[in-house]
């Protein structure tokens, strides 16, 4: 069936280290791609998304690239704050307005 | 604007009672969801509706879970009678449905259950 893997975590990082947090899909068909970020005590909110094979989202200094040859999508951020710890959530759709699917979330703790 | 509003924030519960979760989606959406998360499973879709229509019910756990939606501006997700390992953080999320950009789905805060 569709599914989405990500990294295990918690990744720790120093402030303004390099981030990558890897994503990779299983789909049946053509599927959006999304990052959500969950921080302590909230909601998902999305961060970032990708419609087709080869587009590049990206938002706050955070980018993903819809690889369709390696079924991926990984999320990267040059230099990472204190404020960018939270949960992040790779997920896919492949019916448009449809539900989402989700990797298990990857934890990010940055340290200053 | 606001944003998806869900009700209670917090519910503590005994087993066997009944509970109610409410959710006000965003004015226009199309597409509403609700959506379980746990330490064990992550995030699943329970079900979701469009133009007020429930479209897959497939994540629905079992006949103690009932969803509606009455009308295009609220929601209920109830569980009779609840049980311990119902304790999960439910989120209700909405879009406006259809193709890119519509898509994009937008989270309320989520209720916290915990059932003793």
């Known amino acids: 069936g569709d599914s989405v893997t990500q990294m295990e975590g918690p990744v720790t990082l120093s402030e303004e280290a390099f981030l990558t947090i890897n994503c990779t899909y299983t789909?049946?068909?053509?599927?959006?791609l999304f990052w959500y970020v969950q921080y302590p005590g909230e909601g998902l909110q999305l961060l970032l998304k990708?419609?087709?094979?080869?587009d590049k989202g990206s938002n706050k200094g955070f980018e993903a690239t819809y690889r369709k040859e390696t079924t991926s999508f990984h999320l990267e951020k040059g230099s990472v704050q204190v404020s960018d710890s939270a949960v992040y959530f790779c997920?896919?759709?492949?019916?448009?307005?449809?539900?989402?699917?989700f990797g298990q979330g990857t934890e990010l703790s940055v340290k200053p | 604007d606001a944003g998806v509003i869900q009700s209670p924030r917090h519910e503590v519960t005994e087993m066997g009672q009944e509970v109610t979760l409410r959710c006000k989606p965003i004015s226009g959406h199309n597409s509403l969801f609700w959506y379980r998360q746990t330490m064990m499973r992550g995030l699943e879709l329970l079900i979701y509706f469009n133009n007020n229509v429930p479209i897959d019910d497939s994540g629905m756990p079992e006949d103690r879970f009932s969803a509606k939606m009455p009308n295009a501006s609220f929601s209920t997700l109830k569980i009779q009678p609840s049980e311990p390992r119902d304790s999960a953080v439910y989120f209700c999320?909405?879009?406006?449905?259809?193709?890119?950009?519509?898509?994009?789905?937008?989270f309320g805060p989520g209720t916290r259950l915990l059932v003793l």
């Open positions: 997920a896919l759709t492949l019916n448009q307005g449809g539900k989402l699917i």
């Open positions: 990708a419609t087709k094979a080869d």
């Open positions: 999320a909405s879009s406006l449905g259809g193709r890119a950009p519509r898509e994009t789905q937008y």
């Open positions: 789909a049946t068909g053509y599927p959006s």
